[in-house]
């Protein structure tokens, strides 16, 4: 009996780590995001690709990166403005139409062998300038299909797509690029994109809401305010800074680990980067049978320390194998402190400035390319080993700095009630 007992329990805490499936509208949602993340996924891996085989200074690599992340950060925090006054379902589907048709436009280049660098520079500065407006609107908008109490689940939910893509996607695209061409897996990147935009519009938002009255920019300064005023949440976005803008630069140098330390093909390249998503797959697991984890604050704090010192020592790697290990280590203890740290903040903010907070979250990740760039220039100068190994060693750095000074999120306890809000069963985004 009690082992009856037991598995009953085990296959219900199942179910209810999957419990935001439960609703029809995050459904289509979530296999709308799929569709779009598998896309991003693509052309990352061949914008990159391609770029190695036009110029092989690593600087290149870097400039990619700039030329994604200076619109996405200049434009981020008016982004998130327009998610707060719009329909954000609409938004949605104008900026995935428009990243899939720049996205088309590469590839056609590269089918016709015209493409320069400086194509590849325009288009990802143009698909840059368009996420800085698409992602506030996502992080707006998937909360209001849901309940309150399934809201960390969703989170989790929502980071499985592009942890699961990452074990996936890079490796598809590295075949891709071996058996067809670049040109046809930024073809696939295309249809991803496209493919979201014609999902979302199948989807019903629940009313929300929207402050009027106000400037743009004095609801962009309102936003600005409350992440001001509140320590956890500049502390934990500050986190998020340091995990994107030094810990994930190594993805831009993947290919130099790849080609000139490691000695492997594209294939391989897409092997280590699907390492990473499978650890962080696993990590997203997890995080959805952890739960309310009570000790959110030191969930964090040990998370992003490890996850530093594993990037270190993929940096100083020289063997494939052990590299290997590194990256799926650290995919998994980042995975599980990063969506700690998302739902906390998606918990806490006040339905009426979710799109403007969440804009200025989303920066810190828009931030990662300007990471990659300077990670170039330093690869440049010095090597890509102790570029990345640096950037590992900052990511722990401030890790152990918070945890040392910083007592709001040392003794941080997960707890469901939003700032601000009293509504904690409420569908969020509801208006109210």
């Given at each position: ?361 989303g920066m810190t990740y828009n931030l990662m390319p300007l990471g990659g760039m300077l990670a170039g ?56």
């Amino acid at each position: 009996m009690s082992l009856a007992l037991a598995v009953s329990s085990r296959l219900a805490r199942a179910r209810e780590s999957f419990g935001a499936m439960r609703n029809t509208e995050f459904r289509k949602y979530w296999f709308a995001t799929l569709a779009s993340v598998l896309g991003f996924q693509m052309v990352s891996f061949s914008q990159l690709w391609l770029v190695r085989q036009l110029e092989p200074n690593p600087l290149w690599l870097g400039a990619v990166g700039l030329a994604i992340g200076v619109p996405s950060i200049t434009l981020n925090l008016f982004g998130g403005v327009l998610a707060d006054r719009v329909d954000q379902r609409r938004l949605i589907m104008v900026t995935q139409t428009l990243t899939g048709v720049f996205t088309a436009l590469l590839a056609a280049l590269t089918l016709l062998d015209v493409v320069q660098v400086w194509h590849i520079l325009v288009i990802a500065f143009l698909i840059g300038a368009v996420n800085a407006f698409d992602g506030p609107a996502r992080q707006a908008m998937f909360p209001s299909l849901i309940e309150r109490k399934d809201l960390m689940n969703a989170v989790a939910l929502n980071a499985s797509i592009w942890q699961g893509s990452r074990m996936v996607a890079p490796m598809i695209a590295g075949i891709i690029v071996a058996a067809f061409g670049t040109e046809t897996a930024l073809f696939v990147g295309a249809a991803g994109f496209l493919g979201m935009a014609v999902l979302v519009a199948r989807i019903k938002v629940p009313a929300v809401q929207r402050q009027r009255g106000h400037s743009a920019l004095q609801d962009l300064f309102q936003g600005a305010k409350f992440v001001r005023d509140n320590s956890l949440f500049s502390s934990l976005i500050a986190m998020t800074f340091f995990n994107s803008f030094f810990g994930m630069a190594y993805l831009q140098l993947m290919p130099i680990f790849t080609i000139d330390i490691l000695h492997k093909s594209a294939a391989a390249q897409g092997a280590l980067m699907s390492a990473g998503g499978i650890g962080a797959l696993l990590g997203t697991v997890c995080s959805a049978f952890l739960g309310w984890f009570p000790r959110r604050g030191l969930l964090m704090l040990v998370g992003s320390f490890l996850f530093g010192g594993l990037i270190m020592g993929f940096g100083l790697s020289h063997w494939y194998g052990l590299s290997l290990a590194l990256i799926f280590f650290a995919g998994f203890g980042q995975s599980i402190y990063t969506i700690a740290i998302m739902s906390t903040l998606q918990m806490r903010v006040p339905d009426q400035l979710r799109g403007r907070v969440m804009g200025i979250y989303g920066m810190t990740y828009n931030l990662m390319p300007l990471g990659g760039m300077l990670a170039g220039g330093v690869a440049s100068m010095l090597s890509a080993p102790f570029a990345v190994a640096v950037g590992g060693g900052a990511v722990s750095g401030f890790a152990v700095l918070s945890g040392v000074f910083n007592r709001t999120v040392r003794q941080l306890r997960a707890d469901p009630k939003p700032s601000g809000a009293g509504h904690a069963h409420a569908p969020v985004g509801a208006a109210r």
